[in-house]
Nanobody, 128 residues
Framework: QVQLVESGGGSVQAGGSLRLSCAASGRTFAVFTMGWFRQAPGEQREFVAAISRSGDSTEYADAVKGRFTISRDNAKNTVYLQLSELKPEDTAVYYC?????????????????????WGQGTQVTVST
């Protein structure tokens, strides 16, 4: 088992920035591919970004490419999501997720059902 706890959400104006953190505990963090997903009210959960176990491979949704940056610090068991140039449509609950299935060593998944471990979410609200 692994426990994931997100932090760093909040309310910002359009154009602003936030840094989300996701702290992991319970198992060796370095064996997990980590992802960030978000869910707006009335919408399905959608992929935002993912990072490989070593951090040398990343994936981004087209909607956030160039504005968001995912990174990880395996020594601190933490994955980060830097949100910049925020837009009102970025408003959502942001979830971090972990995938430690064998395939995750090769593929950095962008699909929610591949991830077995989820945090409780942190709210990001962007106003005009």
């Amino acid at each position: 088992q692994v426990q994931l706890v997100e932090s760093g959400g909040g309310s910002v104006q359009a154009g602003g920035s936030l840094r989300l953190s996701c702290a992991a505990s319970g198992r060796t963090f370095a064996v997990f591919t980590m992802g960030w997903f978000r869910q707006a009210p009335g919408e399905q959960r959608e992929f935002v970004a993912a990072i490989s176990r070593s951090g040398d491979s990343t994936e981004y949704a087209d909607a956030v490419k160039g504005r968001f940056t995912i990174s990880r610090d395996n020594a601190k068991n933490t994955v980060y999501l830097q949100l910049s140039e925020l837009k009102p449509e970025d408003t959502a609950v942001y979830y971090c997720a972990g995938d430690n299935k064998p395939l995750s060593a090769i593929v950095t998944s962008t699909v929610a059902f591949q991830y077995d471990y989820w945090g409780q979410g942190t709210q990001v609200t962007v106003s005009t």
